[in-house]
């Protein structure tokens, strides 16, 4: 099954594929270092810098697609070149990182337009525009890179600009902290990363795709299981999922339309990328695909149950983010056709999520900031345009027919209903529920938005509609949300066939229920999930916080994982690195000044500064003699292993 | 070429910051101006010539390992030389001085003015600093770098105690007893080396001699606790947060970012050529140390609450990278190793630059002195996140490049160690960013706003002296190329020839060096 993964090199209108990274980059240096000069125009270059990488990018997918090898590379310098380790700064435009171009271009620059308006009112727009074509410069390099490295480069660019944006208004504690712990998140998923390409240098020699990709197949299923779980841990790092999915919710602290771009549309879909473009890894070991498959079931079912308790319109939005994901996750971890269900999925998703975000923010726009769908209601009267482009968007996600969602969810659960024996009942059923439960939490928010009685706060009087410049970019986005996923799930899935190893397939196996049942089961659950919620939401609900049951709670506090987080790193850290200080003022340099008063005898000035107690010293320097010796135990093994 | 590359660089590197401190010195007291205009040009002077020196060498090819050889007898009974002579890895260091005491300079402006000592004075210190600096990296003979290495301590003696902050007196006399103990041990070694290899200190000589296993062990022992106390490395790291944080911002950046080097600059160059089986022998015990001073100062960083201090730690962190770095012999992780000297060298004289221009502004280092202060001065807040970047090994910044050579170079030979120092690169992002938030972000500390100083953002002069830092990382992050081909020769002939050692091949059988 074995097929040979192949780049050719660009020529022609490809060979300028770098200006897609750079001209964003341009752009965000240019506001960056012109500072207050450029706050008069500095948003519209912002947009004319996206505007133009999603026209080039166009012409490069349409000059790729009458190629014979769709799979173009370009290196564009040495990057690191010490002895056997050869990294190129190089880029690869193939079907797959294509179709991530567009996204991130076309979306991206709908909402940066969107963002013209949004932030007209805020002193730091140009701030604003600068780190925002910094992610998409950052974005472009991580899914056009032709190596892990440049991959990683990316990574950490993306990550940058993610922290820079939900930190934006950084004079909030609250922006500031969630800023930091996103960040520290998303380095633990790094550090995974960085280790998985470590491995990869270490037994292959290479992290250029094209050769590590080639050679994967050589290598032990135990280094390939360990390399995939550490790539995961990166791809979960990014993409919100378990377990470490606690930082995205806390990144809605960012403006709008930095949910919608960075926390929805693009950024956190990177895992899923980084999935579907080492697929030849993924593919070669069963038990990693169905880790794959686990995480992406069980964090799509987190996300709807705690999507399903949260009043912050942003944060129910976060959260059913984090469960779409998981979804995709579901569908690379199925591995074989179900590749490029997952990337269609992403796509459609794309539309549809960013469409609802940034109608969320036109709703806070009208509703001076009110967050709390518990004080809003009714407003369907008085923002025509959100409250329909919003309806589009709702309809896309939970998969109501015809709309995009429909295309492009379906097929990952009948996907997961053709997995060998009791798994395909146990992560397609999964599917399903989540399927069921998605459109009660999003009917759930789209009631108690635009219907039902009006719960305002009392200083609202009539909410305003926003300016077309928002407006507009909600049009377009809301077309996308009814027919993208047609259109994707009938073309994608072809053209993604030559990207290098997502053509190579296995044939499914026969599904545990026919495709019709499922169909028709996962419409009836959608229809039953979004009827109970009418039932129950219609009238409105309550202003306050209502005591709740043990599930309620559970999920109001998103299931624990910040708890369990505080519990086992935070106070533990801060526990540690306080008895460290400690230890290090009294012990480390007491022991040593100690010795250096005891020998000196006359150096009075010393012994002046030092406590004194000689058995803190004793204990300091079995301390350290301790460490010394567990430190050389661990590098001792090391040698051994 | 030939005619510049005999050019005599390296003497003259030497010798022009002491010219220009003694002149600089006898300047009146009351022209402070004119001895910072000569100290700046004199320093300017040698970078220029430390550019044209560095187009000089010759790199690739059949070119020499070491290059500018100079040699003048000094004590001929002794066999004692005055031999100058540059690698690779000395080149990268000398171009690291030559840029930073000119910024430095220029960053301290207004540094002495605050004591009651003598400005002229101040600025001569910082010049014969320089030239003992300079000294150090270019000397070829072991008992001339014994020389530099112990001088070397007495302008920054008198640097700390005499401009330094309230506990400068505690932290000047603990940094010299420290570095004193450390050369003692080294003084003792050098004397052996001289007994056991024939009466010379000459450099490439004594690589050549066979020394007895256990002699070699003790020789080493020697020269490794002067460079460990010097880099320094755990436990012996102790020193390095008084001085640090007692020192003027910008003499703490050369103490950190170049004087600190010599240690692990000391133990490429001396240890592992001079005795590379105890270098083998001894490396299990030097990884560990390492080690442990990547996770340990790391998690010391994260709770200081003195923005020097909390600087000093993250370099005692950094030099942990680069102790396994060398300690690993492989060419990934040497080279990285060395290039990490630079790219520390250049971001943490930033990071201690722009925290000096902070707290000449507070009055302060302290970090809860600050907060919010992004509101008052948001570029110089930029710039501090910036140094912070290149500080966490960001992408895109320099220190990446040399971070990821090192892990991924350990990594090829032991796995354990790789993993354990990865983790290091998430404390570095809980150090650098907690730091940011409790100065920068948050809501503005009241107190703060009623202060004159830090109404005002970052001024011209300082914009001079970060401006070329930042734009070195940014270029160094993205094209490292012409510093790694520099530094590659120099560290394969380290490993490859003086130690032996190769890199390992790669286990999975996939690619080789031959396919591609």
Redesign the interface.
């Known amino acids: 099954m074995e097929e040979t993964v192949e780049y050719v090199q660009a020529t022609g209108l490809l060979s300028s594929v770098w200006l897609l990274v750079a001209i964003p980059l341009a752009s965000a240096a240019v506001l960056l270092l012109l500072g207050r000069r450029a706050d008069k125009w500095g948003h519209w270059l912002g947009v004319l810098a996206v505007g133009s990488a999603f026209v080039l990018g166009l012409s490069y997918f349409i000059s790729l697609a009458g190629m014979e090898n769709k799979s173009v590379e370009l290196s564009l310098w040495d990057f690191i070149a010490v002895g056997r380790f050869q990294v190129d700064f190089g880029l690869l435009f193939d079907p797959l990182s294509g179709v991530f171009v567009l996204l991130i271009t076309g979306v991206g620059s709908l909402i940066h337009l969107y963002a013209v308006g949004y932030m007209s009112h805020d002193e730091g727009r140009r701030k604003f525009f600068a780190y925002f074509n910094l992610f998409v410069a950052a974005m472009l390099l991580l899914v056009l890179g032709n190596n892990y490295v440049m991959l990683y480069f990316g990574w950490e660019g993306v990550g940058l600009a993610s922290y820079l944006l939900i930190s934006f208004w950084y004079t909030k504690p609250s922006a500031a902290t969630a800023g930091k712990k996103a960040f520290l998140m998303n380095r633990v998923g790094d550090a995974g990363l960085a280790i998985g390409i470590f491995i990869m240098f270490a037994t292959l020699g290479t992290t250029q795709y094209v050769d590590v990709f080639n050679g994967v197949s050589g290598l032990a299923a135990g280094t390939i299981l360990v390399l995939g779980l550490l790539l995961l841990l990166g791809a979960a790092g990014k993409s919100g999922q378990f377990p470490l999915q606690a930082w995205l919710p806390d990144a809605m602290e960012g403006p709008t339309p930095v949910s919608a771009l960075i926390h929805a549309a693009t950024m956190v879909t990177a895992g899923v990328y980084l999935i579907a473009r080492s697929n030849p890894i993924f593919s070669a070991n069963h038990t990693l695909q169905t880790v794959v498959v686990s995480v992406g079931a069980l964090t799509l079912l987190m996300g709807c149950i705690i999507g399903a308790a949260k009043d912050d319109i942003k944060r129910v939005l976060a959260w059913s983010t984090v469960s779409q994901i998981g979804y995709m996750f579901l569908g690379v971890g199925l591995g074989g056709a179900a590749y490029a269900l997952a990337i269609v999925h992403l796509l459609a998703h794309g539309f549809f999520k960013a469409n609802m975000f940034l109608g969320a923010g036109s709703v806070m726009h009208g509703m001076k900031d009110q967050v709390d769908i518990r004080r809003f209601g009714g407003l369907s009267k008085y923002m025509k345009i959100t409250w329909l482009t919003f309806m589009m968007g709702w309809l896309a996600i939970i998969g109501m027919f015809p709309f995009s969602g429909f295309f492009s969810k379906e097929p990952i659960i009948v996907a997961a209903f053709e997995r060998e024996g009791w798994t395909a009942w146990l992560f397609g059923m999964a599917a399903l529920l989540g399927a069921g439960l998605t459109a009660f939490y999003m009917t759930r928010l789209f009631i108690l938005t635009f219907h039902g009685p009006k719960r305002w706060t009392e200083d609202i009087e009539h909410p305003h509609e926003s300016p077309a410049i928002m407006t507009i970019p909600l049009i377009l986005l809301a077309i996308g949300s009814v027919g993208a996923g047609f259109l994707l799930s009938t073309s994608v899935p072809d053209w993604l066939e030559a990207t290098g190893g997502l053509g190579a397939q296995e044939e499914p196996h026969e599904a545990v229920l026919s495709h019709g049942v499922l169909t028709a089961l996962s419409l009836l659950l959608t229809v039953a999930g979004a009827g109970l919620a009418y039932l129950l939401f219609r009238n409105g609900t309550a202003k306050q916080e209502q005591p709740a049951g043990v599930v309620v709670t559970a999920a109001r506090r998103n299931l624990y994982s910040d708890t369990v987080n505080e519990a086992i790193f935070e106070k533990p850290g801060i526990f540690l690195t306080r008895a460290l200080v400690y230890l290090d003022n009294r012990g480390i340099d007491g022991a040593v000044n100690g010795l250096a008063a005891a020998v000196g005898g006359g150096s009075g000035r010393l012994r002046r500064l030092q406590t004194g107690f000689v058995r803190s010293y004793a204990t300091s320097m079995l301390t350290g003699a301790l460490l010394v010796v567990a430190a050389f135990l661990a590098i001792q093994l090391g040698w051994l292993a | 070429m030939a005619g510049v590359n005999n050019f005599p660089f390296l003497s003259i590197l030497t010798l022009g910051p002491l010219v220009g401190a003694a002149v600089v010195a006898c300047i009146p007291k009351a022209k402070g101006n004119l001895a910072k205009i000569v100290a700046l040009a004199v320093s300017l002077v040698m970078l220029v010539l430390s550019v044209f020196m560095w187009v000089a060498f010759q790199v690739g090819g059949d070119a020499q390992r070491f290059q500018f050889r100079e040699s003048y007898p000094w004590i001929p009974g002794l066999g004692v030389n005055f031999t100058f002579a540059a690698d690779g890895i000395a080149l990268v260091m000398l171009m690291l001085i030559a840029v930073l005491v000119p910024l430095v300079i220029l960053a301290s402006w207004h540094d002495a003015e605050q004591s009651r000592r003598s400005v002229p004075v101040y600025f001569a210190l910082l010049l014969s600093l320089e030239a003992c600096m300079f000294g150090v990296f270019a000397a070829a003979d072991v008992f001339l770098f014994y020389v530099f290495f112990e001088v070397m301590l007495v302008p920054m003696y008198f640097i700390i105690g005499s401009y330094g902050t309230a506990k400068r007196?505690?932290a000047a006399?603990?940094f010299f007893?420290y570095s004193l103990v450390g050369g003692l041990f080294m003084l003792a070694a050098v004397i052996g080396l001289w007994v056991v290899g024939g009466k010379t200190f000459d450099w490439v000589a004594l690589t050549q001699i066979d020394i007895q296993t256990g002699t070699e062990r003790w020789l080493f022992l020697g020269f490794f606790i002067a460079f460990a106390i010097k880099a320094p490395f755990f436990?012996?790291h102790?020193w390095l947060p008084d001085a640090g944080g007692a020192a003027p911002a910008g003499a703490a950046a050369l103490l950190v970012g170049v004087l600190d080097k010599v240690g692990t600059f000391g133990i490429l160059r001396y240890c592992l050529p001079l005795f590379p089986e105890a270098s083998q022998w001894f490396a299990?015990?030097a990884?560990?140390?390492a080690?442990?001073g990547i996770i340990?100062a790391a998690?010391?960083a994260?709770?200081?609450n003195d923005l020097k201090r909390l600087v000093s730690y993250t370099s005692i962190a950094h030099f942990g990278f680069i102790g396994i770095g060398i300690f690993a012999f492989?060419?990934?992780a040497g080279?990285?190793a060395v290039l990490y000297m630079l790219n520390h060298g250049l971001a943490t004289g930033l990071l201690f630059l722009v925290v000096g221009m902070f707290v000449a502004r507070r009055g302060s280092a302290l970090v809860s002195d600050f907060g919010?202060a992004?509101?008052l001065v948001p570029?110089l807040a930029g710039v501090l996140f910036f140094a912070g970047?290149a500080s966490l090994a960001?992408?895109?910044t320099a220190p990446?490049?040399s971070e990821?050579?090192v892990?991924?170079?350990v990594?090829?030979?032991?796995?354990?160690?790789?993993?354990?120092a990865?983790?290091g690169?998430?404390l570095a992002?809980?150090y650098v960013?907690?730091m940011v938030?409790r100065t920068?972000?948050?809501?503005?500390n009241p107190a703060l706003a009623d202060i004159e100083p830090m109404r005002k953002d970052i001024t011209l002069r300082e914009k001079v002296v970060v401006a070329p830092l930042i734009a070195l990382l940014i270029v160094l992050g993205?094209?490292?190329?012409p510093v790694?081909?520099v530094i590659?020769p120099a560290v394969?002939a380290t490993m490859q020839q003086d130690m032996g050692k190769q890199?390992?091949?790669?286990?999975?059988?996939?690619?080789?060096?031959a396919s591609?």
């Open positions: 007196q505690y006399v603990k007893l436990p012996f102790t299990p015990w990884i560990a140390l080690l442990i340990y998690l010391l994260v709770g200081q492989t060419t990934q080279t990285g919010g992004g509101k570029v970047l960001l992408p895109g990446f490049v990821f050579l892990l991924i170079g990594f090829t030979v032991n796995k354990t160690v790789a993993v354990i990865t983790l690169i998430i992002a809980a960013l907690w938030q920068t972000q948050g809501t503005l993205f094209y490292p190329k790694t081909d590659n394969e890199d390992p091949a790669p286990t999975g059988g996939g690619v080789t060096e591609r």
